[in-house]
């Protein structure tokens, strides 16, 4: 009856972390479209005409890529509750940490979405923004976008920490390779150290691309891992 029950428990946790990955792998999918696909094509860095000429051309693709956007941001809710349910067992307090600060990025990056969609409100032509010319017009709509890409990276500063216990407890629980959970807890400071770079030292942003490195592949490994192996 205990060997049962076991393989009962053994055979939850297996399904609890396929769901995590089938999550995450969302969250990665839906914030590569929005945020490297979409934003790459139609955004051009310092250029407000040639952006407001991009988005104007390709508007459905600019509202497929908020839309997803939103996606990403759903699905890391739905992730960290479940990593909460599968990694409670482990350490109640540390599990609690995951809650906390990977809930506290959520309203923060939904809330960033209404400066991305004011850009394209800014360069929709509605009859009261004719008091600003053409050029104020797409100036702001292009600051608009800049405080979406600024507003990650505040919000980063939560999902960077969401990273330290959740890199703790897989280290901890056995559940996946001990090395992944030190590079989850490497990705912590990866992040931190690009939120401190990108805001205080804007001009040394390279400095900051090992420490993301890290945790792109912590994140890419433990999605695909929790898919394969549960």
């Known amino acids: 009856e205990k060997t049962m029950i076991t393989k009962e428990k053994s055979n939850s946790h297996q399904k609890t972390a396929r769901v995590a990955g089938v ?22 860095p310092g250029d407000a005409a040639a952006t407001a000429r991009n988005i104007t051309a390709s508007e459905f693709l600019f509202r497929i890529g908020f839309m997803s956007g939103l996606l990403h941001h759903t ?13 409670k067992p482990v350490h ?7 809650l906390i600060f990977g809930l506290g990025a959520v309203p923060i990056m939904m809330l960033n979405m ?9 360069l929709s032509g509605v009859d009261y923004l004719r008091v600003f010319t053409t050029d104020q017009v797409q100036a702001l709509a292009l600051l608009f976008l800049d405080f979406h890409s600024h507003g990650y990276f505040i919000a980063g500063m939560f999902s960077g920490l969401f990273l330290l216990p959740l890199g703790i407890l897989f280290y901890k629980s056995g559940y996946v390779p001990r090395f992944l959970g030190i590079l989850l807890m490497a990705g912590c400071f990866g992040y931190l150290l690009e939120l401190v770079i990108v805001f205080v030292f804007p001009n040394y942003e390279v400095i900051s691309y090992l420490g993301l490195g890290v945790a792109i592949i912590a994140e890419f490994v433990l999605t695909f891992w ?5």
Do not use: D, T
């Open 114 to 122: 209404l400066n991305q969609f004011a850009a394209l409100r800014l």
């Open 226 to 230: 929790l898919l394969l192996k549960g």
């Open 23 to 44: 999550l995450y792998l969302l969250v990665i999918l839906f914030g590569v479209f929005a945020e490297l696909y979409v934003s790459l094509r139609l955004i051009v």
């Open 75 to 87: 699905c890391f809710f739905l992730l960290v509750l479940v990593f909460y349910k599968l990694l």
């Open 92 to 98: 109640k307090h540390y599990a609690a940490l995951i």
